[in-house]
């Protein structure tokens, strides 16, 4: 069964994840915003571990502040936006804040290793036709990062900022099959 903090977590963090889509075509974004989320995204998936762990049970603080962090700038950046606007994204988030599903979450297959350092930097990037999984196994394999796929056909590569840039070197080639 799901624990009920975790699903207001993850509500919340999907509904700024939306939002900052809305907002990053027209706004300046500043990067604190894309490193709450990113921590706030770590640190509930550290919790979802096991909620009932004390120790994961004291990050309940750090995520909260995260994702209010995040919140607070993305919502500050909607006041050139309609009425309108800024009225169902608070309402988004005052759902996802009570539990309810405001978004479904991305269902994601992941490769990664419990009990890895949270301090991981990482990339997502989407191609425009399938591509073979096996083959970016092996080129993140080799340069020591995680991969995950999820349902929207993005990517994720997680690591070592070097070792990142170097899988980055070596899958361009995907890219430019695609062109």
């Given at each position: 069964?799901?624990?009920?903090q975790?699903?207001?977590?993850?509500?919340?963090?999907?509904?700024?994840?939306?939002?900052?889509?809305?907002?990053?075509?027209?706004?300046?974004?500043?990067?604190?915003?894309f490193?709450?989320?990113?921590?706030?995204?770590?640190?509930?998936?550290?919790?979802?571990?096991?909620?009932?762990?004390?120790?994961?049970?004291?990050?309940?603080?750090?995520?909260?502040?995260?994702?209010?962090?995040?919140?607070?700038?993305?919502?500050?950046?909607?006041?050139?936006?309609?009425?309108?606007?800024?009225?169902?994204?608070?309402?988004?988030?005052?759902?996802?804040?009570?539990?309810?599903?405001?978004?479904?979450?991305?269902?994601?297959?992941?490769?990664?290793?419990?009990?890895?350092?949270?301090?991981?930097?990482?990339?997502?990037?989407?191609?425009?036709e399938?591509?073979?999984?096996?083959?970016?196994?092996?080129?993140?394999?080799?340069?020591?990062?995680i991969?995950?796929?999820?349902?929207?056909?993005?990517?994720?590569?997680?690591?070592?900022?070097?070792?990142?840039?170097?899988?980055?070197k070596?899958?361009?080639?995907?890219?430019?099959?695609?062109?």
């Amino acid at each position: 069964m799901e624990n009920k903090q975790v699903t207001v977590f993850e509500q919340r963090w999907l509904v700024l994840d939306h939002l900052l889509k809305e907002l990053i075509q027209e706004n300046e974004i500043p990067k604190e915003t894309f490193k709450n989320l990113q921590m706030a995204k770590s640190t509930i998936n550290f919790f979802k571990e096991d909620p009932s762990d004390p120790i994961r049970a004291q990050e309940i603080g750090r995520i909260d502040t995260f994702l209010n962090n995040a919140q607070d700038i993305l919502m500050n950046l909607t006041e050139k936006k309609s009425e309108e606007f800024i009225i169902e994204w608070n309402r988004n988030i005052l759902d996802a804040c009570m539990g309810k599903e405001v978004f479904k979450p991305a269902n994601t297959k992941s490769v990664f290793i419990p009990g890895l350092p949270s301090n991981f930097d990482y990339v997502k990037f989407n191609f425009r036709e399938p591509m073979y999984e096996e083959r970016f196994y092996e080129v993140c394999e080799y340069n020591n990062v995680i991969i995950e796929f999820d349902d929207d056909e993005s990517i994720f590569i997680y690591g070592q900022k070097e070792n990142i840039q170097e899988s980055l070197k070596e899958i361009t080639s995907f890219f430019q099959e695609q062109l």
